[in-house]
């Protein structure tokens, strides 16, 4: 967050021009060492800045420093960079390579060293001494090295301008859902971060320099990117946001993909009918305005709910119509998750050659296309398959592959289920051990990020798990909590759960 | 002189952070007993005689404590036979990983060295084998040829004991090693030794340590281990305090106002006796009446302000327009540091002098956008409660009012000078956050307007 906004509102606004006099004098007025923050958020605006300052002082020698790699002591760096320059002025830039936006500033090296060395820059370093960054950066610094920041001499505050904000926002964004999703855990932080001070950016604009089309796009990304980590709170949020814009400038385009996409938040937090509303009403703008990809993820996606109520027949119909027209368009992402989605429910059909074949398909085109997310979900689901056949060690390592994937993207989802199919798995090996240890890191996971029916599924298997090891009471006590879980979230599960607790479990 | 030139010197008299030297010294004595304490503290240990004492002395972070114990050991030095060491410890320790022992060693260290400049006082190094073996990790101290030299492991050499953690864990081995001496035991043996000498030698007869910047080394944190040897505020003061007041000379501790105001903070005096000397702000405006200035605070700040201008050739009138002074006085709280950045900023937000209103609420701005960011989202109504509170107290047990007075959010006043209970402390806000928006909607939360 901006902390422009924060402080009272009788403050006069920042002024770029104000600041950079300001910093010009204290160049022009320091006689030793003090201490300077310059907050400004873009590196090629921070150059130009230190341009004009060098402009302004011509004949004064300064030095700049621009890291372009993580380092963890500034101390030891700036030593080695200025020993035995003449310099009135040093300009750091690029620290915050090595200040995460991710993670707690208390565990970053390069904050803790500068904490605990404020008193010794003055003793190596005659001039003062300005450092360039990014607001988030000199946040984490405020708050995780308050000693060092403690002893500046003053901060310098340059605005994004309105026009850099939006120009960054189509800049910054990438639409495709493909090169999102498998990108590393890190590196989604990382966007994320930089996603949301833009946004908090752009709200701050007066209101005739914004851009609704940046904003959507900012705003859609967002929700992208949040999905991708499995926060789906947060990316109905931002996709409400999308929807109201949208309809508000009558884009019907975007209304659809925003309603289609909350309807795939609210599938992940198995609220089915909500899905299905959102689906459908996704559906008719599409065919309404003839847009056939939208037509044919609507499709699947409603194949995908009626698969997750346990209405298998209805899932192929709708996968397959879906399906024929990715292929009609020539969409590989989309032809590839209709055959995944296919395979599964010819899986609980029980028709294990057809589904081997179709997830073997959504493999290939997959890899094909560098599509991470598919194919970790397509080697889940040759698991799933496999162990079905009673393969269980093909299984395993058919999870093993799909569970290290879903790791290196950060998709907790995925990570979830291949954590209760590797407790599965083990149950069925009769490794009880590592079984109840799946289950429980499963568990753990599914609440975290609110996956209910992955909470349910860690729980009638540890249920299963104790009630085969005549551990009955444990068994029917995490039975009871599942089914209450299955209940709630309409689980074709549930029914057959129910007779059983009915059954084993009367005290 | 030139426009210029007076703004270059006022910027760079305006230090915030090095502790006023004789030159810039302010004795903020009405508003909040600066020299009173100091006077407090000779006298007593004029009366003591032979007994050593402990003091304990705290204060928040950049409230002028270096300034007035530079002071104190100025005016001991100059009159009485108490002979100071002031030791920043700043120098000597790495503030997240200190062992008690590196805390012995800087005093070695400064002692010998205080003592060798001043008075050419060396002390054979046969009787402490323990200080030589140190004093061999730091390579070729004897190539100087001088005898005594170990004691004086210079502080070039504790720099690097401070930066390089694998010295730090190779003197540490050393010290652990040595079963016959504890660095403890040589360190009072050495204070004994070079007592003897001053009173033999000069007309000093006892030391008087005092010890700055301890109150910075890290807090407690969870997970600590009573085994463990890195300390943390805690375990210094409290933990260790059976060494710390075994020294065998008279000492100044400062310790944190954080800890001092913490439930911990209760059992000091149980181990220090009762000599804990608190340097507040400086009472800038009535108790719980923010508005109402205390003419005498704003007095003794402006002394502080003459003192820096001084040498600039300027004076205050014409440095500032009143109504810029007198913002800068309200929100710096009494704070000294505070002041002195604020004049120093104000002072390059202006092409020429004096600095205005404007110039003014631009450095107090900056303050304001740092508390904006730094506070934590749970403290804000536990200020709005401060603020509206009908005694200006605090919950001493709670953590969160202790994290509020390090980083300065809260800050700590007396009502004037002498004050030996605790009973005329109380507490404020800082001005600047009286300034963010976050802080205005949890006091308007915690009183919602009276509805028609």
């Not at chain 1, 699947?300 to 698969?307: A, I, P, R």
């Not at chain 2, 050419?120 to 046969?126: P, Q, R, S, T």
């Not at chain 2, 004897?142 to 730090?168: C, H, M, T, V, Y």
Request: charged share 30%; aromatic share 10%; net charge negative.
């Amino acid at each position: 967050m901006p902390t422009e906004s924060a402080i009272s509102e009788d403050f006069e606004p920042y002024n770029d021009e104000r600041e950079l006099r300001r910093l010009i004098r204290a160049v022009q007025f320091s006689k030793k060492h003090y201490l300077y923050f310059a907050c400004c958020n873009q590196a090629p605006k921070q150059n130009e800045l230190i341009a004009d300052v060098k402009k302004n002082l011509k004949g004064k020698p300064m030095k700049v420093v621009r890291f372009k790699k993580p380092i963890t002591d500034l101390l030891t760096e700036l030593q080695k960079e200025v020993i035995g320059e003449n310099c009135e002025a040093v300009f750091v830039q690029g620290l915050e390579y090595s200040i995460a936006s991710d993670g707690k500033g208390d565990e970053n090296a390069l904050i803790h060293n500068l904490n605990i060395s404020r008193d010794a820059f003055k003793r190596y370093l005659s001039c003062p001494l300005f450092l360039w960054l990014p607001e988030y950066a000199l946040v984490k610094i405020t708050r995780y090295a308050p000693d060092f920041f403690s002893v500046r001499s003053g901060t310098f505050y340059f605005s994004n301008p309105p026009e850099r904000v939006t120009e960054q926002i189509f800049q910054s964004v990438s639409s495709n859902w493909i090169e999102i999703s498998s990108l590393p855990l890190a590196e989604k932080l990382k966007q994320i971060e930089i996603l949301e001070n833009l946004l908090a950016e752009y709200q701050g604009l007066h209101r005739e320099k914004q851009d609704k089309q940046a904003e959507m796009r900012l705003l859609s990304n967002l929700a992208e990117f949040s999905f991708s980590i499995s926060e789906f709170q947060k990316a109905i949020e931002y996709h409400k946001q999308h929807l109201a814009i949208s309809r508000e400038i009558s884009y019907r385009q975007g209304e659809s993909n925003s309603l289609g996409n909350l309807g795939n938040a609210y599938l992940k937090l198995n609220e089915h009918r909500k899905a299905i509303e959102y689906y459908e009403q996704s559906l008719a703008i599409s065919r309404e305005i003839g847009n056939r990809q939208g037509e044919s993820a609507s499709l699947g996606n409603l194949g995908q709910v009626y698969y997750a109520l346990g209405k298998y027949g209805k899932a192929i119909e709708y996968h397959e119509q879906s399906l024929a027209i990715s292929r009609e368009i020539g969409n590989r992402g989309g032809e590839g998750t209709s055959l995944g989605h296919l395979g599964s429910a010819y899986t609980d059909l029980g028709e294990y050659g057809k589904a081997i074949e179709y997830h073997k398909q959504h493999l290939a085109i997959s890899r094909e296309i560098g599509y991470r997310q598919g194919e970790s979900a397509s080697l889940g689901n040759l698991g799933i398959a496999y162990l079905k056949l009673n393969e269980y060690q093909k299984a395993i390592e058919y999870y093993e592959q799909s569970l290290a994937i879903s790791r290196e993207i950060g998709n907790r989802g995925d990570e979830s289920t291949s954590l209760v199919n590797l407790g599965i798995a083990y149950g069925n090996l009769g490794d009880y051990r590592k079984a109840i240890e799946y289950n429980e890191q499963s568990l753990r996971t599914s609440r975290e990020i609110g996956n209910r029916q992955g909470e349910g599924n860690s729980l009638d298997n540890l249920g299963n798990i104790y009630y085969r090891l005549g551990e009955k009471d444990r068994a029917c006590n995490l039975l009871k909590e599942a089914l209450v879980i299955y209940e709630a979230i309409e689980s074709p599960n549930a029914n057959v759960l129910r007779q059983w607790v009915e059954k084993h479990c009367q005290n | 002189m030139k426009t210029e030139e007076i703004q270059t010197a006022i910027y760079n008299a305006f230090e915030p952070n090095v502790p006023a030297d004789s030159r810039f010294y302010a004795d903020c004595k009405e508003a909040r007993g600066g020299s009173a304490l100091v006077k407090k503290m000779i006298d007593r240990l004029n009366s003591a005689k032979n007994e050593n004492l402990r003091y304990l002395f705290t204060g928040h972070l950049g409230c002028g404590k270096s300034s007035e114990l530079l002071h104190l050991a100025d005016k001991l030095e100059k009159e009485t036979t108490f002979f100071p060491v002031y030791i920043d410890f700043e120098e000597y320790l790495d503030k997240q990983d200190a062992t008690l022992e590196d805390i012995f060693l800087g005093m070695i260290s400064e002692i010998a060295s205080r003592c060798r400049d001043k008075f050419e006082i060396k002390v054979k190094e046969e009787s402490y084998s323990l200080i030589k073996k140190i004093a061999g990790f730091f390579g070729d101290f004897s190539a100087k040829g001088e005898i005594g030299l170990p004691f004086d492991i210079a502080k070039l050499n504790i720099e690097k004991l401070r930066q390089n953690p694998n010295l730090r864990q190779q003197v540490r081995a050393a010290i652990k090693q040595d079963e016959k001496k504890s660095l403890f035991s040589e360190l009072n043996d050495f204070i004994m030794e070079i007592e003897l000498r001053l009173k033999q030698e000069t007309e000093f007869t006892k030391l008087i340590i005092i010890a700055d910047s301890l109150e910075k080394i890290k807090r407690f944190e969870k997970g600590e281990k009573e085994e463990d040897e890195i300390i943390s505020q805690e375990k210094l003061f409290l933990g260790k305090s059976e060494q710390l007041t075994g020294i065998a000379t008279n000492v100044i501790y400062t310790v944190p106002l954080s800890l001092y105001r913490s439930h911990y903070g209760t059992q000091l005096p149980q181990f220090y006796g009762k000599n804990v000397f608190v340097l507040p702000m400086v009472k800038i405006h009535q108790r719980g009446k923010f508005d109402e200035p205390f003419e005498i605070g704003r007095q003794e700040l402006i002394e502080i302000i003459n003192k820096r201008l001084k040498h600039t050739g300027t004076s205050i009138d014409k440095v500032f327009k009143e109504d810029a002074l007198e913002y800068l006085l309200k929100y710096c709280g009494g704070h000294i540091r505070s002041l002195v950045r604020f004049v120093q900023e104000a002072s390059i937000a202006v092409d020429e002098l004096p600095i205005d209103f404007k110039a003014a609420r631009e450095s107090v701005k900056e303050e304001v956008r740092s508390f904006a960011a730094s506070v934590r989202e749970s403290y804000w109504d536990k200020l709005a409660k401060l603020e509206s509170s009908t005694n200006q107290q605090i919950e001493n047990g709670d953590d969160d009012y202790s994290k509020m007075l390090e980083s300065l959010a809260i800050l700590e006043y007396m009502n004037g000078d002498e004050v030996e209970t605790d009973d005329d402390v109380w507490y404020a806000v800082n001005p600047s956050i009286r300034l963010t928006i976050k802080f205005k909607e949890s006091l308007a939360k915690l009183n919602p307007p009276a509805e028609n």
